[in-house]
């Protein structure tokens, strides 16, 4: 059974950093894609980011390119995605998720996806950014 479980979340003020931690276990193929996805209170879900874990090819949502960078470590399965210049509208639950190959690029960047696209997600953690 694949489990996701998240650390990193908290809370700070704009400008400030967070770094999240997606640990994996319990996946019986290497190939795959991870993602880090949000909810900001009373709103849908939102994708961020994801990373490819055999090319290691990122994408990112546009309100968080260059200010947020997701990254891989394989050895420990582990996923990460470092926050900088934080503001006020990255507050929301982070969430990390996994599948095969996941929903295609078009409909992550239009928020058209579903949960049940993904493998499986973890329970997330709480960022909030005040100003």
């Known amino acids: 059974q694949v489990q996701l479980v998240e650390h990193g979340g908290g809370s700070v003020q704009a400008g400030g950093s967070l770094k999240l931690s997606c640990a994996i276990s319990?996946?019986?193929?290497?190939?795959?894609?991870m993602y880090w996805v949000r909810q900001a209170p009373g709103k849908g879900l939102e994708w961020v980011s994801l990373?490819?874990?055999?090319?290691?090819?990122?994408v990112y949502e546009d309100s968080v390119k260059g200010r947020f960078t997701i990254s891989q470590d394989n050895v420990k399965r582990t996923v990460y995605l470092q926050m900088n210049s934080l503001k006020p509208e990255d507050t929301g639950m982070y969430y990390c998720?996994?599948?095969?190959?996941?929903?295609?690029?078009?409909?992550?960047?239009?928020?058209?996806?579903?949960?049940?696209?993904?493998?499986?997600w973890g329970q997330g953690t709480q960022v909030t950014v005040s100003s």
């Open positions: 998720a996994v599948d095969h190959e996941g929903p295609p690029i078009m409909t992550l960047m239009a928020g058209t996806f579903r949960a049940s696209d993904f493998l499986d």
């Open positions: 319990g996946l019986t193929f290497d190939h795959h894609a």
């Open positions: 990373i490819n874990s055999i090319t290691g090819t990122t």
